[in-house]
Structure formats: structure tokens, C-alpha cells
């Protein structure tokens, strides 16, 4: 994936993230994704969040977070700020997605 440049700040960007999440760990990933979704309230340029499930369709992914930023330069603050909040809880992201059993597809997306 390429990084954020200096011409992404001319609108929204959004972070959306794709996970195929095994049955029997959906409940604690959802919670876990909930809770990191409260932690970017407070963050600039954060304008919504949400975490999504599949209810139908034949989709390889059955969760899908998306946050909608002002610009690149947020997203690129909120990047750099998390791992410290993270930390903080004793939260591993990577070590989390591996212990559940989860894929994830990550992707940073602007407005077509």
C-alpha cells in the first residue's frame, strides 16, 4: 500500500478495514473494534466511525470497519498516536488478529 502524500489533504480519506473473522471470535473482535473506535473520538478530523457485520450477501469478509477523516494529514496523526494509546492498554493489534484466528485487509480509500 502506498503511503499518504501531500496531495491526499485535499478531502476526506477514509481507513476501511476488511476481516474474515472465524464464528467463535466474532463477539470479542467486535467489542475489541467498538472499543478502538471510542479511542479516535477525541482525535482531530475524525468525522464518523463505524464497525460493520455482514447480515448477507457472498462476501469473503464477515466485519468492516470504516473511518471517515478530514484529510490524509489526520489519518497520518491518528497513525502515529495509536500505538502509544495502544500500548498504554497492553493492546497488540497484529498479536490480537493472529490469537483469533482472523485475515484482515487493510486499505486506505478517497472518494471515487
Not at 3 to 14: R, W
Not at 37 to 56: E, I, W
Request: glycine share 8%; net charge positive; charged share 25%.
Amino acid at each position: 500500500m502506498s503511503k499518504l502524500t501531500a496531495s491526499d489533504n485535499a478531502g476526506p480519506v477514509f481507513r476501511v478495514d476488511k476481516f474474515l473473522v472465524p464464528p467463535e471470535s466474532l463477539d470479542a473482535f467486535v467489542g475489541q473494534m467498538r472499543h478502538v473506535h471510542t479511542l479516535l473520538d477525541d482525535l482531530p478530523g475524525c468525522r464518523q466511525r463505524r464497525v460493520l457485520t455482514q447480515t448477507a450477501g457472498a462476501g469473503k469478509f464477515n466485519v468492516v470497519t470504516m473511518i471517515e477523516w478530514a484529510s490524509a494529514a489526520d489519518l497520518a496523526r491518528a497513525l502515529s498516536v495509536m500505538p502509544a494509546r495502544f500500548a498504554k492498554e497492553g493492546f497488540d493489534p497484529k498479536d490480537f488478529v493472529k490469537r483469533l484466528g482472523i485475515t484482515a485487509d487493510l486499505g486506505i480509500y478517497h472518494p471515487a
